[in-house]
């Protein structure tokens, strides 16, 4: 019975050691995305950080910042989006394809 729990342990260790390893890999990685046909893009990292927003000078209008804004949103959410989503597709590999609530 001991040395079940111990090959556990060592196994959940090791499942750990991977996490770990991975979510260092997925902060390097980044994700881009855009809005109104690239007007604003964004740009994320594997850990959701957002890192720059470029937005064309064209779509600056001091009378629609509304559309800007919602531009901005756009990109930035959908960059999130597909960050979360690399992220999950990589601890699935590492879980099997089980969903394990709280790991990630």
Not at 31 to 48: D, H, L, P, S, W
Not at 56 to 79: G, T
């Amino acid at each position: 019975m001991a040395k079940g729990l111990g090959q556990m342990m060592k196994q959940a260790q090791q499942m750990q050691q991977k996490m770990v390893r991975i979510q260092e890999e997925m902060e390097k990685q980044e994700i881009e995305a855009a809005a109104g046909g690239g007007m604003v893009t964004a740009r994320v990292n594997g850990k959701q950080q957002l890192l720059a927003i470029k937005i064309d000078p064209s779509v600056v209008d001091a009378q629609d910042v509304d559309m800007l804004q919602d531009l901005i949103l756009v990109a930035v959410n959908e960059a999130i989006r597909q960050s979360q989503d690399m992220m999950q597709q990589e601890m699935s590999k590492l879980t099997g394809g089980l969903n394990i609530p709280g790991l990630f």
